[in-house]
């Protein structure tokens, strides 16, 4: 947007008469107006005693409009006076936002200077027409040799990240940020405790990670409506770098912490509980959110949205809901991760709906050869742990149960190191070759011993 039509815009905003009414009654986390016909999403400010209070509009009972301000109500009165802000919800942008650290509203909370925005995003907008989507037919690189090999990403694809709490999603996070290829990375911490957003910054992401980011960041302290509006600011924010042209990564943790503050909102709203309490508004926010990510004519904002599954339990409606959404997903899991297997991800739960058009086929037939030496493994591993399982019996299971070692040290990886895509893909044909060299000089002895075998049961009869 240019400037000229940023004037535009202001000066409109300015002379739209601004809507006024009376606060009538304050429940929890709620206030109710009446004379205030703004609609739904509507900014308003709350003139109280203790001074501006910003709240959204978020649904109505009878002819009141029900009000979810953005902090505390300590202070408002009733027949305390509330102003409507004319005009959408807008952030505004620039390039200076790289390596900034954003609240909730677009707004800098860091040490930095001040951020004066080139043009302003509306934070709230429909996704990319589908028919005006090109198809992603190239690779991202995230870094990570597991995912970069087994379930490779391309530029434009959104994926999931599904984990129980403590399993290491934070610190992949991380990685993915600093190892990218990405030319801006956008990370938005929905609902993240305090005190491990500079854990995170410091720690995860590191100074080599933060150069290249835009971090917007909402604490689980503060009120639903910042806590959702923070992950729509993330994909305005990388909106605007889509469309100058830049492969965007948006890394959103969580979905979860965002579909619970939808809930809090849709159920202070009147909304009934469908599934385990969340409200139907919740599973409405998805398509609205995930969907505008996505590749354009310009450029591409790659998602990964990680999602807290409760009790590690990828079927939990939050997760399902986000699953049949998104264009693939990977799972981490406790029990590797209790193995100290790091990164924990579980290759035969985890699948890339784009990989097939993003890589090669000697890529793809490797992938696979792998993937099935692991799905093997899960189906012997307790009779081999048991010992019930002689070896030599089945030349396939002595393969996988050779070569698994080589497997599971090809999808570890440590949390400084960075695979390069040349690197992934040369390291898993070599892997895959080792798998198939082995099932051939199995195969071949089994097939040996069973043709003497019997030659000579018959001479000694």
């Known amino acids: 947007m240019n400037t000229f039509a940023d004037e535009i815009e202001r000066v409109t905003r300015l002379s739209t008469p601004a809507r006024i009414g009376a606060v009538a009654d304050v429940t929890g986390l709620t206030v109710r107006v009446s004379g205030l016909p703004a609609p739904i999403g509507t900014m308003c400010e709350i003139r109280s005693q203790s001074g501006l209070i910003e709240a959204q509009v978020v649904g109505f009972r009878e002819d009141e409009a029900v009000l979810m301000p953005l902090k505390d109500t300590l202070g408002v009165a009733r027949g305390d006076e509330v102003v409507s802000i004319p005009g959408e919800a807008r952030v505004g942008v620039c390039d200076e936002m790289v390596g900034r650290v954003l609240d909730g509203l677009g707004r800098a909370i860091d040490e930095g200077p001040r951020l004066h925005p080139t043009g302003y995003y509306p934070v709230y907008r429909p996704a990319p ?10 690779a991202i690189s995230t870094g990570i040799r597991a995912i970069d ?6 530029r434009g694809q959104r994926m999931g990240l599904f984990a129980g709490t403590g399993v290491g ?4 996070i991380g990685m993915v940020a600093r190892h990218t290829d990405a030319d801006v990375v956008v990370v938005a911490l929905v609902g993240e405790r305090g ?3 500079n854990e995170f910054i410091e720690k995860d992401l590191g100074p080599q990670g933060r150069r290249k980011s835009v971090l917007v960041v909402s604490t689980s302290d503060e009120s639903p409506v910042i806590r959702v509006r923070a992950g729509f600011v993330a994909t305005a924010v990388a909106e605007y770098f889509r469309d100058r042209g830049k492969n965007v990564l948006l890394l959103m943790d969580s979905v979860t912490r965002l579909a619970m ?3 809090q909102i849709g159920l202070a709203a009147g909304e009934p509980p469908a599934t385990k309490g969340y409200t139907p508004s919740v599973f409405a926010l998805f398509p609205q959110l995930l969907e505008r990510a996505g590749r354009t004519d310009r450029g591409s904002v790659t998602g ?3 999602v807290l599954v409760e009790g590690d339990d990828i079927n939990d409606p939050i997760g399902d809901a986000v699953r049949g959404v998104l264009d693939g997903h990977v799972w981490l899991s406790r029990r590797l991760a209790s193995q100290s297997h790091y990164p924990a991800i579980s290759v035969t739960d985890s699948i890339s709906r784009v990989m097939p058009d993003v890589v090669d086929e000697q890529h793809l037939r490797a992938a696979r050869t792998v993937r099935q030496v692991l799905a093997t493994w899960n189906e012997i591993e307790d009779l081999v742990n048991i010992g019930a399982y002689a070896p030599g019996s089945n030349p396939q299971f002595d393969a996988v149960i050779q070569t698994r070692p080589q497997v599971m040290s090809f999808l570890q990886q440590a949390v400084a190191d960075r695979a390069s895509p040349a ?3 040369e390291q898993l044909v070599a892997v895959a070759q080792l798998i198939e060299q082995t099932q051939q000089r199995l195969g071949g002895q089994h097939g040996r011993v069973q043709a003497v075998g019997p030659a000579k049961a018959g001479k000694k009869g």
């Open 169 to 172: 999603k934070s610190v992949l």
């Open 423 to 425: 690197q992934v893909r």
């Open 304 to 306: 990964f949205y990680s």
């Open 149 to 154: 090999a087994m379930m490779t990403t391309g």
């Open 129 to 138: 027409k589908a028919l005006l989507r090109p198809r992603i037919n190239e």
């Open 195 to 197: 005190r491990e957003v």
């Open 261 to 263: 503050a939808q809930r």
